[in-house]
């Protein structure tokens, strides 16, 4: 009988050992952070749930624990995501700082810090506009020529804005990162819609890409909104 339950109890330990892990290890030079805690959640069951917290303490946080598969995750600070991150083997390195934050450490999240940085890139070419604006009037240009050309600069940005969007899901539809910036997009509309980046995204997806619960959720709740509004305009 000892035996019997000396066996059990190896195979248990063993079973638990041999479950995948997380780890994050964090660290911010935002001075107006310390102290604050910090929350990782995931989507599920149609919501973001916390399934670990972390407060900042010298500069420093960190994250781990038990997970069953490579999970798209984001670390929020009250309701706000402060960074994405994917949660798979390895450790994964969080960077906090005034100008940026992203993940790195893994195949997945060094992936995504690409995305990132590429994106803040554009989104700070766009800020540039407006300070250019200033300097075009201080130098007496009229302002409809200021404004004919900013216009255009603006349009190229946004435009190459959403190829590389675009681009990155399809690059990663068979992965979580696809899903998880198609949720990051999303989330940036006020309600669920079908534009024409959002139905080239799904036009092309693939079937683990367009299974995703929250890409389901997304697009069952963004046509139910397209078909009201068109009942709408034909009133």
């Known amino acids: 009988m000892r035996r019997i339950l000396f066996f059990l109890t190896f195979i248990c330990l063993l079973l638990t050992s041999c479950k995948e892990q997380y780890k994050i290890s964090g ?57 994405p991150v994917v949660l798979e083997t390895g450790t994964v390195v969080v960077k906090l700082n005034e100008e940026h934050q992203y993940p790195s450490g893994t195949p997945l999240n060094d992936s995504l810090n690409v995305f990132i940085h590429e994106k803040s890139e554009l989104e700070s070419m766009m800020e540039e506009l407006s300070r250019r604006e200033s300097r075009m009037i201080m130098d007496g240009m009229e302002h409809d020529s200021i404004l004919k050309i900013l216009n255009a600069e603006a349009d190229n940005i946004n435009a190459e804005t959403d190829r590389l969007i675009t681009s990155f899901i399809s690059r990663n539809y068979d992965n979580v990162l696809g899903a998880g910036v198609f949720m990051i997009l999303t989330n940036n509309f006020p309600y669920p819609i079908l534009n024409t980046q959002i139905e080239t995204v799904l036009g092309m997806g693939t079937p683990y890409f367009l299974d995703n619960p929250y890409v389901k959720e997304y697009v069952k709740i963004a046509t139910e909104n397209m078909e009201k509004l068109r009942e709408q305009e034909q009133q």
């Open 27 to 83: 660290s911010s030079s935002v001075q107006m952070l310390e102290g604050k805690t910090l929350y990782l959640k995931v989507f599920d069951e149609g919501k973001m749930q916390t399934v670990d917290s972390a407060t900042i303490a010298h500069g420093r946080f960190t994250m781990d624990g038990p997970m069953d598969s490579v999970t798209m995750a984001c670390i929020f600070m009250d309701e706000t995501c402060v960074v």
